[in-house]
């Protein structure tokens, strides 16, 4: 399975895990990228421009970043990109965009003077963080709902997924819900009092990565169900 990154010359691919790297910028001028998602072999990186640099914009690969085309001219102010299905939306210092169908036409979704810190996507649920506060949509964007209740009111940096259970990286704290986001829970007693930067999880464990204090983990058992195996019970023998 390929693994792709941004790194220090552009995007990056391995074949082999991780333990080896190669460059993937076939077709891309510039090497500034801020934001990069996948869909399965479809990949999308927006690139930055400097003053005096190569032209920024969003560009799409379909063959695993062999060869890369620009989907838009403009990618300057766009902090993340997201997949929901094949609806590609993007986090910008000015809202979030939708484009359908890798189409042309950008449509404007919502918080037109708001900056996006986080999107999250667990079909067919939409998470987007803004600098006030985070919202739900069920239906691509069309409606959003405020989702805020039991959050400690600092910004939603990262999320992560276990089945429908949601985990988000809130200030220094890690909540959790069961319903969508309706209702949070802090289980982040534990964790040092840096901000959590980004979340990811295992059958086993939840991590949360921090500004400053290191990876930190803890069991998923007690926080979300667990998923019993299917047995057959044979009745002994009396003797």
Known sequence: MNTFALGGGGIIISTDNGMNWVLANNGIPSSSFVAMAGNGSIIVASAAHYHGGPPGGIYITFDNAMNWTQLSDYGDWINILAFCGNNLFAGTSGGIYRLRNFGENWDSVGFGNQYIYAIAVNEPNLYVSTNIGLFLSTDLGTNWTSINNGLNNNL????????????????????????????????????????????????????????????????????????????????SEER
């Open 156 to 235: 939603v940096n990262s999320f992560t997924f276990v089945g429908n259970d949601i985990f988000a990286g809130c200030g220094s704290r890690v909540f959790h819900s069961t319903n969508n986001g309706t209702n949070w829970t802090d289980v982040g007693n534990d964790l040092p009092g840096s901000d959590i930067i980004s979340l990811t999880n295992d059958a086993t464990f939840i991590y949360a990565g921090t500004a400053g204090d290191g990876i930190w983990k803890r069991s998923l058992i007690g926080l979300v169900p667990v998923e019993l195996t299917s047995f057959t019970a044979n009745r």
